[in-house]
């Protein structure tokens, strides 16, 4: 209903966090909450917002809205969510998952192993960008500076107008 609620978050580890978060508010009152009853919630530098489950993994994920990871925010906003094994990544153990919303509020899925240059796509508003990722200048873990240089590229377009 738009309250904000104050209080302690009892982490878990990254992939349990998504799912839910136990909380005890300032009374002592403890709560576990899901994305269905939480927008976002944040202790130290983490902060998590609801978004539905990223497409291609939404098999594996059976809800279809978790809490999010938001590693960068700003006109394009940087998230990763995680997965206990991925048959994508081939990794034992937690595998992690990028997804970038662009300012316009779709969402691109990040892949990081499959068709990695598709990812220009979402950035053809920023051509130069597009076509450094394309031509092979960014790789899957320079997700970060991507959507950095966006951020700082997209902000002075607007100060232009």
Known sequence: MGDTTRGFVQPGNPFRNQ??????DRYGVKAIY??????AYGYGEKAYVALPTPFYYSGFLSDTVIFILRRIEGPASLYRFY???SVFTL???PA???LV???????????????????????????ELADAIRNG?????????????????FRQQAERE
């Open 101 to 127: 919303e662009m300012p316009d509020g779709s969402l691109h899925e990040v892949s990081l192993t499959f068709k990695w240059r598709r990812i220009a796509e979402a950035f053809n508003t920023y051509p």
């Open 91 to 93: 990794q034992r153990g």
């Open 34 to 39: 899901t994305p269905a009853r939480l927008k």
């Open 137 to 153: 200048l960014y790789k899957p873990e320079d997700m970060g500076e991507i959507v950095e240089t966006f951020n700082t590229w």
């Open 83 to 85: 997965a206990r094994r």
């Open 19 to 24: 799912r839910q978060i136990r909380f005890l």
């Open 96 to 98: 992690y998952f990028e």
